[in-house]
């Protein structure tokens, strides 16, 4: 826990605002493909619904805070002594990658699903985007740049990223059923398409509300876990918050992890409190990528942050 006084946790308040924004999703088709909801406060699961889909499912961009909370591990492991050398084989720094900085293309033939839709080399690819502003200047929403870090790590620890992952994050934290789609090289997809369940999206809510600390433990540096968490850019477009490394930041709430159709692990740090949503796509990578998600859908963190947040904030200012 982050802070030095404990907020004050009213089960009763906590388990009518869950209810509540299950009402809601019951009540509007927009949330149909909520796939279920996790609310741990303290270090206890306090609410757990599932709804819809398998348990461990893609959690799509939530898993660049797994790439990015991976290179914090690699760092501890002297495997990357400077976050401001090159993350080879890319030509841009570790830093400007993990804020999604480095300046090149992401639209047009350079957009994840045109990508995705190719046969050859998806790494060659992103590393020829063509360079729009100067590295390290503008925040530009970036899954070429996530896919650049799993290489990275890969080259740097001279080990497969899903071998590294396995041993030096999931294992500690108690995370066994797991799966990381690949590209056409067979490099796992640093920017998405990891797939856990709810309790282990919340462990990682916990290691990065604990600054890295595992029961007591440290896992990841607590200065490279609060880097994470901060703002090192104002962001932009999906979220429009500030972005960290892998993690979005909302100041008047804590920070986020977030992937499309749904995905949201939010960290509550005064609250002491992580909240769990996702979302079930049926995603098929293809090629050409396919879902089932319908038309006007919407994310269950849009009732959680309405209904939930306040109530768990509420007890933080107690």
Not at 295 to 303: D, F, I, N, Q
Request: proline share 8%; hydrophobic share 45%.
């Amino acid at each position: 826990m982050s802070n030095s006084s404990s907020p004050v946790f009213n089960q009763k308040k906590v388990l009518r605002a869950c209810a509540e924004v299950l009402d809601r999703i019951e009540a509007n088709p927009a949330y149909e493909r909520t796939s279920g909801l996790l609310v741990e406060v303290g270090g206890e699961v306090r609410f757990a619904v599932d709804r819809r889909g398998p348990a461990v499912a893609d959690v799509f961009s939530v898993t660049k805070a797994v790439t990015a909370t991976l290179v914090g591990i690699a760092q501890a492991d002297g495997f990357v002594p400077d976050l401001d050398a090159p993350a080879k084989p890319s030509p841009h720094t570790w830093r400007q990658l993990l804020t999604m900085t480095r300046g090149c293309e992401t639209d047009g033939p350079w957009e994840l699903d045109a990508v995705m839709a190719r046969g050859d080399s998806w790494l060659e690819h992103w590393l020829a985007a063509p360079a729009v502003t100067d590295p390290g200047k503008k925040f530009r929403y970036d899954d070429g740049a996530y896919h650049l870090l799993g290489a990275a790590l890969t080259e740097a620890t001279r080990r497969p990223l899903a071998e590294y992952a396995a041993e030096r994050l999931f294992a500690p934290l108690g995370i066994e059923e797991w799966a990381w789609l690949t590209d056409p090289d067979g490099l796992p997809l640093g920017f998405g398409h990891l797939q856990l369940d709810r309790p282990a999206l919340a462990t990682f809510g916990r290691l990065w509300l604990d600054q890295g600390r595992l029961d007591g433990r440290e896992l990841l540096p607590p200065r490279y876990a609060r880097a994470m968490a901060t703002a090192h850019t104002t962001g932009g477009a999906p979220e429009w918050k500030g972005y960290g490394f892998g993690l979005w930041v909302d100041k008047s709430m804590g920070f986020f992890a977030s992937g499309w159709a749904g995905q949201h692990v939010l960290v509550l740090p005064a609250a002491d409190a992580v909240v769990v949503t996702t979302g079930y796509a049926a995603f098929d990578p293809g090629p050409p990528p396919t879902d089932e998600m319908p038309e006007g859908w919407r994310p269950a963190v849009k009732l959680v942050r309405e209904v939930l947040v306040p109530v768990l904030l509420a007890g933080a200012s107690s």
